[in-house]
């Protein structure tokens, strides 16, 4: 009986205030916050995780076994499809720069060149003329850059000549110019035939986005620091 009195007592005596205690709210939110916070702290790093995750596999493609489900939850559907929906302008956020507009044009050796075909490699793309001098003067900079970074670079030309080929291909051949050179033909997209001086250089990044854009004569250390800031 001694022995559950004295237990009683100190497990009383434990509840007890010290002496001179004064009741304080504040300092009651205090002491909450610092035994919330290690909780608080996991939530969060459980949380972005979760979140990642959940945001790629909202960006993949539907999966088989969800394709052949008769009846997908309507949620994730929805969302797949907004995401899908916006995925480009998302890209853009973080690879900063506007998509550049596709083309499909013959080069001097007659085959066929697509702009979007290079996703994945640096792009700089100029636009030029025989008559420009100062176009002259920047072409055998190109050449040189795509001799320098062949694996990773594409140069393309596209000429505003007037009289096409019969002032192009001599050109071009005198100067053996090592990257496809196209012709400001009519199947060229209106955002670069509005181009209203010579040269136009466009510095363009992997994921198909203009990152730079160069009006008139530049030097080549230029394009080539321009060139190694993609790479």
Same mark, same amino acid.
């Given at each position: 009986?001694?022995?559950?009195?004295?237990?009683?007592?100190?497990?009383? /005596? +434990?509840?007890?205030?010290?002496?001179?205690?004064?009741? /304080?709210?504040?300092?009651? $939110?205090?002491?909450?916050?610092?035994?919330?916070?290690?909780?608080?702290?996991?939530?969060?790093?459980? %949380?972005?995780?979760? %979140?990642?995750? +959940?945001?790629?596999?909202?960006?993949?493609?539907?999966?088989? %076994?969800? %394709?052949?489900?008769?009846?997908?939850?309507?949620?994730?559907?929805?969302?797949?499809?907004?995401?899908?929906?916006?995925?480009?302008?998302?890209?853009?956020?973080?690879?900063? &720069?506007?998509?550049?507009?596709? *083309?499909?044009?013959?080069?001097?050796?007659?085959?066929?060149?697509?702009?979007?075909?290079?996703? &994945?490699?640096?792009?700089?793309?100029?636009?030029?003329?025989?008559?420009?001098?100062?176009?002259?003067?920047?072409?055998?900079? *190109?050449?040189?850059?795509?001799?320098?970074? +062949?694996?990773?670079?594409?140069?393309?030309?596209?000429? *505003?000549?007037?009289?096409?080929?019969?002032?192009?291909?001599?050109?071009?051949?005198?100067?053996?110019?090592?990257?496809?050179?196209?012709?400001?033909?009519?199947?060229?997209?209106?955002?670069? $035939?509005?181009?209203?001086?010579?040269?136009?250089?466009?510095?363009?990044?992997?994921? &198909? $986005?203009?990152? &730079?854009?160069?009006?008139?004569?530049?030097?080549?250390?230029?394009?080539?620091?321009?060139?190694?800031?993609?790479?």
């Amino acid at each position: 009986m001694d022995n559950d009195k004295n237990f009683v007592d100190e497990q009383l /005596s +434990a509840l007890r205030e010290p002496e001179g205690f004064t009741p /304080s709210a504040a300092r009651a $939110r205090v002491q909450l916050k610092v035994r919330q916070a290690p909780s608080s702290r996991r939530w969060l790093w459980t %949380a972005v995780p979760v %979140a990642a995750v +959940a945001l790629i596999a909202m960006a993949l493609p539907v999966s088989r %076994a969800v %394709a052949n489900m008769q009846s997908p939850p309507i949620a994730f559907e929805h969302i797949h499809y907004m995401l899908a929906y916006h995925w480009d302008a998302l890209i853009g956020m973080v690879h900063g &720069g506007q998509t550049a507009p596709n *083309f499909k044009l013959t080069d001097q050796d007659g085959q066929v060149v697509k702009l979007s075909s290079f996703r &994945g490699k640096v792009v700089l793309l100029n636009f030029w003329a025989t008559w420009c001098e100062p176009c002259k003067a920047e072409v055998p900079w *190109f050449v040189d850059l795509q001799k320098i970074y +062949a694996d990773d670079l594409v140069v393309l030309g596209v000429s *505003f000549d007037e009289d096409g080929w019969k002032a192009v291909r001599p050109f071009i051949e005198s100067r053996h110019v090592n990257y496809p050179v196209m012709l400001a033909g009519p199947d060229l997209p209106d955002q670069y $035939r509005k181009i209203e001086s010579l040269p136009a250089t466009l510095m363009i990044n992997r994921f &198909g $986005r203009i990152v &730079g854009t160069h009006l008139g004569l530049a030097s080549k250390a230029r394009y080539d620091a321009l060139v190694r800031e993609q790479l």
